[in-house]
Protein backbone atom coordinates (compact mmCIF):
# COMPACT_ATOMS: atom_id res chain seq x y z
CA UNK A 1 0.00 0.00 0.00
CA UNK A 2 2.87 2.48 0.84
CA UNK A 3 4.62 1.82 -2.42
CA UNK A 4 1.30 2.41 -4.24
CA UNK A 5 1.38 5.89 -2.39
CA UNK A 6 4.59 6.71 -3.33
CA UNK A 7 4.07 5.88 -6.80
CA UNK A 8 1.12 8.59 -6.60
CA UNK A 9 2.74 11.12 -4.94
CA UNK A 10 5.67 10.39 -7.32
CA UNK A 11 3.50 10.69 -10.67
CA UNK A 12 1.98 13.92 -9.25
CA UNK A 13 5.10 15.26 -8.63
CA UNK A 14 6.47 15.07 -11.92
CA UNK A 15 3.48 15.94 -13.98
CA UNK A 16 3.88 19.61 -12.49
CA UNK A 17 1.50 22.38 -11.63
CA UNK A 18 -0.88 21.74 -14.77
CA UNK A 19 -2.66 19.50 -12.32
CA UNK A 20 -3.58 22.41 -10.46
CA UNK A 21 -5.98 23.81 -13.05
CA UNK A 22 -8.45 20.81 -12.84
CA UNK A 23 -9.23 21.36 -9.02
CA UNK A 24 -12.62 21.79 -8.77
CA UNK A 25 -13.43 21.91 -12.28
CA UNK A 26 -16.31 18.80 -11.33
CA UNK A 27 -17.82 16.39 -13.69
CA UNK A 28 -16.45 17.51 -17.59
CA UNK A 29 -19.35 15.14 -18.80
CA UNK A 30 -22.02 17.53 -17.08
CA UNK A 31 -22.13 20.77 -19.42
CA UNK A 32 -24.76 22.81 -18.06
CA UNK A 33 -23.81 25.68 -15.70
CA UNK A 34 -27.40 27.06 -15.10
CA UNK A 35 -27.45 26.08 -11.67
CA UNK A 36 -24.49 27.96 -10.68
CA UNK A 37 -26.57 31.13 -11.04
CA UNK A 38 -23.24 32.79 -12.39
CA UNK A 39 -24.20 36.35 -14.38
CA UNK A 40 -21.51 38.20 -15.77
CA UNK A 41 -21.02 41.46 -13.94
CA UNK A 42 -21.11 44.24 -16.56
CA UNK A 43 -17.70 45.06 -17.96
CA UNK A 44 -15.53 47.18 -20.31
CA UNK A 45 -12.15 46.34 -20.78
CA UNK A 46 -9.53 46.82 -23.68
CA UNK A 47 -8.83 44.83 -26.86
CA UNK A 48 -6.30 43.95 -28.98
CA UNK A 49 -6.67 46.72 -30.82
CA UNK A 50 -6.71 49.43 -28.20
CA UNK A 51 -10.15 50.11 -27.95
CA UNK A 52 -12.85 49.76 -25.61
CA UNK A 53 -15.01 46.48 -25.31
CA UNK A 54 -17.57 44.86 -23.02
CA UNK A 55 -21.06 43.87 -22.07
CA UNK A 56 -22.27 46.42 -24.83
CA UNK A 57 -20.99 45.09 -27.82
CA UNK A 58 -22.73 42.05 -26.17
CA UNK A 59 -25.50 42.06 -25.46
CA UNK A 60 -28.20 39.98 -26.76
CA UNK A 61 -25.66 37.55 -28.36
CA UNK A 62 -24.01 34.05 -26.91
CA UNK A 63 -20.42 33.77 -26.38
CA UNK A 64 -17.91 31.56 -25.44
CA UNK A 65 -15.31 33.42 -22.85
CA UNK A 66 -12.04 31.62 -21.39
CA UNK A 67 -8.92 33.02 -19.47
CA UNK A 68 -5.16 32.78 -20.72
CA UNK A 69 -2.11 34.84 -20.50
CA UNK A 70 0.57 34.37 -23.92
CA UNK A 71 3.25 33.85 -21.31
CA UNK A 72 1.56 30.74 -20.20
CA UNK A 73 3.97 27.65 -20.29
CA UNK A 74 1.22 24.98 -19.60
CA UNK A 75 -2.42 25.09 -20.33
CA UNK A 76 -2.83 27.74 -22.64
CA UNK A 77 -1.00 26.35 -26.02
CA UNK A 78 -4.29 23.68 -25.35
CA UNK A 79 -7.07 26.00 -24.94
CA UNK A 80 -6.23 28.52 -27.46
CA UNK A 81 -5.64 26.01 -30.36
CA UNK A 82 -8.99 24.14 -28.85
CA UNK A 83 -10.82 27.61 -28.56
CA UNK A 84 -9.64 28.25 -32.43
CA UNK A 85 -11.18 25.43 -34.08
CA UNK A 86 -14.54 25.75 -31.95
CA UNK A 87 -14.56 29.36 -33.63
CA UNK A 88 -13.98 27.89 -37.16
CA UNK A 89 -16.40 25.31 -36.55
CA UNK A 90 -18.97 26.98 -35.62
CA UNK A 91 -18.68 30.04 -38.29
CA UNK A 92 -18.53 26.68 -40.91
CA UNK A 93 -21.90 26.12 -39.50
CA UNK A 94 -23.19 29.41 -39.48
CA UNK A 95 -23.83 30.10 -35.99
CA UNK A 96 -22.97 34.13 -35.37
CA UNK A 97 -21.61 33.96 -31.41
CA UNK A 98 -18.35 35.94 -30.15
CA UNK A 99 -15.39 34.58 -28.39
CA UNK A 100 -13.38 35.93 -25.90
CA UNK A 101 -10.60 35.77 -23.99
CA UNK A 102 -9.33 37.46 -21.03
CA UNK A 103 -5.47 37.38 -20.12
CA UNK A 104 -5.02 36.45 -16.48
CA UNK A 105 -1.31 38.62 -16.89
CA UNK A 106 -2.67 41.89 -17.83
CA UNK A 107 0.56 43.73 -16.85
CA UNK A 108 2.84 42.06 -19.68
CA UNK A 109 -0.55 41.03 -22.42
CA UNK A 110 -0.78 44.76 -23.43
CA UNK A 111 -3.18 45.52 -26.71
CA UNK A 112 0.00 44.83 -28.68
CA UNK A 113 1.03 41.48 -27.09
CA UNK A 114 -2.56 40.15 -27.59
CA UNK A 115 -2.75 41.04 -30.91
CA UNK A 116 0.40 39.77 -31.83
CA UNK A 117 -0.90 36.48 -29.97
CA UNK A 118 -4.11 36.76 -31.59
CA UNK A 119 -2.68 36.82 -35.25
CA UNK A 120 -0.55 33.84 -34.54
CA UNK A 121 -2.64 31.50 -33.25
CA UNK A 122 -4.88 32.03 -36.45
CA UNK A 123 -7.94 33.76 -34.39
CA UNK A 124 -10.68 35.31 -36.35
CA UNK A 125 -10.07 39.16 -34.39
CA UNK A 126 -13.70 39.93 -36.39
CA UNK A 127 -15.33 37.77 -33.52
CA UNK A 128 -12.64 36.99 -30.95
CA UNK A 129 -11.62 40.06 -28.67
CA UNK A 130 -8.82 39.08 -26.82
CA UNK A 131 -9.36 41.59 -23.30
CA UNK A 132 -7.05 43.48 -21.26
CA UNK A 133 -7.04 46.68 -19.33
CA UNK A 134 -7.42 45.58 -16.14
CA UNK A 135 -5.25 45.15 -12.49
CA UNK A 136 -5.19 41.20 -12.02
CA UNK A 137 -6.92 41.68 -8.73
CA UNK A 138 -9.46 43.33 -10.42
CA UNK A 139 -9.55 40.39 -13.10
CA UNK A 140 -9.64 37.78 -10.63
CA UNK A 141 -12.48 39.34 -8.52
CA UNK A 142 -14.58 39.64 -11.90
CA UNK A 143 -13.43 36.14 -12.33
CA UNK A 144 -14.95 34.75 -9.19
CA UNK A 145 -17.98 36.74 -9.69
CA UNK A 146 -19.06 36.64 -13.02
CA UNK A 147 -17.52 32.34 -13.45
CA UNK A 148 -17.40 31.33 -10.36
CA UNK A 149 -13.49 30.52 -11.32
CA UNK A 150 -10.70 30.99 -9.64
CA UNK A 151 -7.47 33.79 -10.44
CA UNK A 152 -4.44 33.38 -8.63
CA UNK A 153 -0.87 34.24 -9.09
CA UNK A 154 1.87 31.80 -7.81
CA UNK A 155 4.74 34.24 -7.71
CA UNK A 156 6.23 32.29 -10.39
CA UNK A 157 5.77 32.08 -14.23
CA UNK A 158 2.56 30.35 -14.01
CA UNK A 159 -1.07 31.79 -13.21
CA UNK A 160 -3.72 29.67 -12.09
CA UNK A 161 -7.02 30.26 -13.81
CA UNK A 162 -10.07 28.19 -14.94
CA UNK A 163 -9.10 25.60 -17.94
CA UNK A 164 -12.71 25.84 -19.05
CA UNK A 165 -14.76 27.57 -21.38
CA UNK A 166 -17.79 29.24 -20.18
CA UNK A 167 -21.14 29.78 -22.90
CA UNK A 168 -22.77 32.75 -21.34
CA UNK A 169 -26.26 33.37 -22.86
CA UNK A 170 -27.81 36.94 -24.38
CA UNK A 171 -29.00 37.91 -20.94
CA UNK A 172 -25.50 37.63 -19.39
CA UNK A 173 -25.71 34.24 -17.55
CA UNK A 174 -23.31 31.59 -17.88
CA UNK A 175 -24.97 28.40 -19.67
CA UNK A 176 -22.63 26.41 -20.02
CA UNK A 177 -19.16 25.11 -18.89
CA UNK A 178 -16.42 22.72 -21.31
CA UNK A 179 -13.45 21.27 -20.20
CA UNK A 180 -11.01 23.68 -22.51
CA UNK A 181 -8.47 21.01 -22.58
CA UNK A 182 -10.62 18.75 -24.03
CA UNK A 183 -8.77 17.34 -27.78
CA UNK A 184 -12.04 15.16 -28.99
CA UNK A 185 -14.19 18.33 -29.32
CA UNK A 186 -17.46 16.61 -31.04
CA UNK A 187 -19.35 16.56 -28.13
CA UNK A 188 -18.58 19.86 -27.01
CA UNK A 189 -19.70 21.05 -30.79
CA UNK A 190 -22.90 19.27 -30.76
CA UNK A 191 -23.87 21.13 -27.06
CA UNK A 192 -22.95 24.26 -28.69
CA UNK A 193 -25.10 23.65 -32.18
CA UNK A 194 -27.83 22.93 -29.79
CA UNK A 195 -27.86 25.32 -27.90
CA UNK A 196 -27.02 28.61 -29.85
CA UNK A 197 -29.46 27.20 -32.57
CA UNK A 198 -32.33 26.94 -31.02
Known amino acids: MKKVFSVMILALL ?12 GNTSEYDFSEAQAEVVPFEFTNQHGEA ?6 EGQYWLANMIFTYCPTVCPTMTPNMQ ?8 E ?11 DPERDTAEQLLSYGTNVGADLDSWQFL ?3 TQEELANFSAESFKAL ?3 TDGEDIIHSTSFFLVGPDGQVIRKYDGLQTNQDSIIEDLLETVQN
Open 151 to 153: VQD
Open 85 to 92: RLQATMQD
Open 14 to 25: LSGCGWVYQVGS
Open 53 to 58: YGSEQL
Open 132 to 134: TGY
Open 94 to 104: GVDMSFISFTV
